[in-house]
C-alpha cells in the first residue's frame, strides 16, 4: 500500500513522497532528501489514487489528513519519522486515517 504526502521540509513547494510503511506513531518515507533529525515536516497524508480505486473507498477515497513529524533517521531509501501531535483530535484523525490502509 503506498499513502502520498506533499512536504515543504525546505520552505519551496509541496512535492509528493510515497510512504512506506505508515503505523500511528511513525512512518517511513521514501525520498531522496536527507534531512537532518530533528528536523519538523508538515505533511497531508491522502490516499494514492490507484490505491483508492483499486480498495473501492467511496467518498473517504478524497480523505486527507494534516501531521506534523519530526525527522528520527536517514534510511538507504528515505527517512524515518515520528509524529507530533499537538492536539489530542491530531491523533485521532490520524488514527482514523491510518486504520483505513
Not at 486527507?64 to 528520527?72: F, G, I
Request: zero cysteines; hydrophobic letters at 40%; aromatic letters at 8%.
Amino acid at each position: 500500500v503506498t499513502i502520498q504526502f506533499g512536504v515543504a521540509a525546505r520552505g519551496g513547494p509541496a512535492k509528493s513522497h510515497v510512504v512506506q510503511s505508515l503505523g500511528q506513531k511513525g512512518a517511513i518515507v521514501q525520498t531522496e532528501d536527507r534531512w537532518y533529525p530533528g528536523t519538523v515536516i508538515d505533511m497531508t497524508l491522502k490516499y494514492d489514487d490507484h490505491y483508492a480505486k483499486l480498495s473501492r473507498m467511496g467518498p473517504s477515497a478524497g480523505e486527507a489528513v494534516h501531521v506534523r513529524a519530526k525527522v528520527v533517521e536517514a534510511q538507504k531509501d528515505g527517512v524515518r519519522v515520528e509524529f507530533v501531535f499537538l492536539k489530542s483530535v491530531e491523533e485521532r484523525d490520524l488514527r482514523r486515517f491510518a486504520r483505513r490502509v
